[in-house]
């Protein structure tokens, strides 16, 4: 296992890949590992504000300012929604991270990451993207947009003009957006132990989308803004058993 | 004559990109939706380079490169895997396969150029 990953680690500098955020790798070691200790979860936990800021968020749903916390700590927070939610959270910084790189590089517009509820809503039929990852970790994620976003984006990340684009270069690049975007939370996953598989991504449109959350699971929503490009994501993690 | 550089990717879209990144050159890019589909126009057309992806439907990039490494005409072509999963096991795998060089999605356009230029001789295409 350590020659493993000592000869990746020669590879990865070779072929100049990117390294999973430390806080995000310690995380998920800990939580795939069998005797994870909660008290070292605890620990990682509160040593990344954001991570504890979105945390305390998710286990106080009804409050509207954190000076209305039920649930004030993170030890509290775990035993309320449990580890894998932490898990989820965690992972929403590398996909959040993933979607912005991409929209740098490939379409050379900065995306900017922004609470979900400045946003305004998406209504009536507008592109839904979801792809399902399913092994240790289960769930799904889901990208939507509107057309006019898709089309957006399709014109950019493939340097046609929107007349040029049909609903298949359209539904196509948004499809790929997704799959760089899981295709990094899978390897994340899978480098800290919680191998996982993708399902192909599906992509299509819809009136009035309800992202479905297991009981018990989870459920991290992302905004994300650049132009008149508005995006929103929604990740969603089944109830973790070991 | 033009460098003949093969694209196999289920996605349009990263095909189109890697049409537009190679149009400066004096390249022929052709494309294939899949390993199986790519093996069949390796072997016709014997590209000098192959971008290959990893995830894809009825053949994927790990099956087709073990192929094209088995097959004595097609196993010197060189390839570089252009894949949005640079998990550990992945990388090794196909490591040990015999790539080039490994590129992860996303990507821009001149660090394709970088590495395929590694590869093979790229010249501008006379304006």
Same mark, same amino acid.
């Given at each position: 296992?350590?020659?493993?990953?000592?000869?990746?680690?020669?590879?990865?500098?070779?072929?100049?890949?990117?390294?999973?955020?430390?806080? &995000?790798?310690?995380?998920?070691?800990?939580?795939?590992?069998?005797?994870?200790?909660?008290?070292?979860?605890?620990?990682?936990?509160?040593? +990344?504000? %954001?991570? #504890?800021?979105?945390?305390?968020? &998710?286990?106080?749903?009804? /409050?509207?300012?954190?000076?209305?916390? +039920?649930?004030?700590?993170?030890?509290?927070?775990?035993?309320?929604?449990?580890?894998?939610? /932490?898990?989820?959270?965690?992972?929403?910084?590398?996909?959040?991270?993933?979607?912005?790189?991409?929209?740098?590089?490939?379409?050379?517009?900065?995306?900017?990451?922004?609470?979900?509820?400045? @946003?305004?809503?998406?209504?009536?039929?507008?592109?839904?993207?979801?792809?399902?990852?399913?092994?240790?970790?289960?769930?799904?994620?889901?990208?939507?947009?509107?057309?006019?976003?898709?089309?957006?984006? /399709?014109?950019? =990340?493939?340097?046609?003009?929107? $007349? $040029?684009?049909?609903?298949?270069? =359209?539904?196509?690049?948004?499809?790929?957006?997704?799959?760089?975007?899981?295709?990094? *939370? #899978?390897?994340?996953?899978? +480098?800290?132990?919680?191998?996982?598989?993708?399902?192909?991504?599906?992509? %299509?449109?819809?009136?009035?989308?309800?992202?479905?959350?297991?009981?018990?699971?989870? !459920?991290?929503?992302?905004?994300?803004? &650049?132009?008149?490009?508005?995006? *929103?994501?929604?990740?969603?993690?089944?109830?973790?058993?070991? | 004559?033009?460098?003949?550089?093969?694209?196999?990717?289920?996605?349009?879209?990263?095909? @189109?990109?890697?049409?537009?990144? *190679? #149009?400066?050159?004096?390249?022929?890019?052709?494309? /294939?939706?899949?390993?199986?589909?790519? @093996?069949?126009?390796?072997?016709?057309?014997?590209?000098?380079?192959? !971008?290959?992806?990893?995830?894809?439907?009825?053949?994927?990039?790990?099956?087709?490169?073990?192929? @094209?490494?088995?097959?004595?005409?097609?196993?010197? !072509?060189?390839? =570089?895997?252009?894949?949005?999963?640079?998990?550990? $096991?992945?990388?090794?795998?196909?490591?040990?396969?015999?790539?080039?060089?490994?590129?992860?999605?996303?990507?821009?356009?001149?660090?394709?150029? $970088?590495?395929?230029?590694?590869?093979?001789?790229?010249?501008?295409?006379?304006?």
């Amino acid at each position: 296992m350590n020659q493993d990953i000592s000869q990746y680690r020669e590879l990865a500098r070779r072929y100049g890949l990117g390294g999973t955020p430390e806080s &995000v790798s310690r995380l998920t070691q800990l939580v795939a590992r069998q005797d994870a200790d909660v008290d070292e979860i605890v620990r990682v936990i509160e040593k +990344d504000p %954001g991570l #504890k800021a979105r945390l305390l968020r &998710v286990a106080n749903p009804h /409050a509207e300012n954190a000076a209305a916390y +039920d649930i004030e700590n993170v030890d509290e927070a775990l035993m309320r929604n449990g580890i894998g939610c /932490a898990l989820l959270l965690a992972m929403g910084t590398p996909l959040s991270l993933a979607l912005v790189k991409a929209f740098q590089a490939m379409l050379s517009m900065n995306l900017e990451i922004v609470d979900v509820n400045q @946003l305004p809503g998406l209504v009536g039929h507008h592109m839904l993207c979801s792809i399902g990852f399913a092994g240790k970790v289960t769930g799904h994620v889901y990208l939507r947009m509107s057309l006019e976003s898709g089309k957006a984006i /399709a014109a950019a =990340i493939t340097g046609l003009a929107p $007349e $040029e684009l049909g609903g298949d270069e =359209i539904r196509d690049a948004a499809g790929e957006l997704l799959n760089i975007m899981t295709g990094n *939370f #899978k390897s994340n996953l899978c +480098d800290a132990g919680l191998d996982c598989k993708l399902e192909p991504p599906k992509v %299509g449109m819809s009136e009035d989308h309800h992202t479905p959350v297991e009981p018990g699971g989870g !459920i991290e929503r992302l905004g994300f803004r &650049v132009g008149k490009i508005n995006l *929103f994501i929604d990740v969603t993690a089944n109830p973790f058993t070991e | 004559m033009a460098t003949k550089i093969l694209s196999v990717d289920d996605s349009r879209t990263i095909r @189109l990109i890697v049409g537009k990144a *190679f #149009k400066p050159y004096d390249c022929t890019v052709l494309e /294939a939706g899949n390993g199986e589909e790519g @093996l069949v126009v390796a072997a016709r057309e014997k590209p000098d380079l192959i !971008i290959l992806d990893v995830t894809m439907p009825v053949m994927d990039g790990v099956t087709m490169l073990t192929k @094209l490494k088995e097959d004595a005409e097609l196993k010197a !072509i060189p390839v =570089i895997m252009l894949t949005a999963e640079s998990g550990r $096991e992945n990388v090794l795998q196909i490591a040990k396969l015999g790539v080039r060089d490994y590129l992860v999605k996303p990507f821009k356009e001149d660090q394709l150029i $970088e590495k395929a230029g590694r590869c093979v001789t790229l010249l501008k295409r006379a304006a």
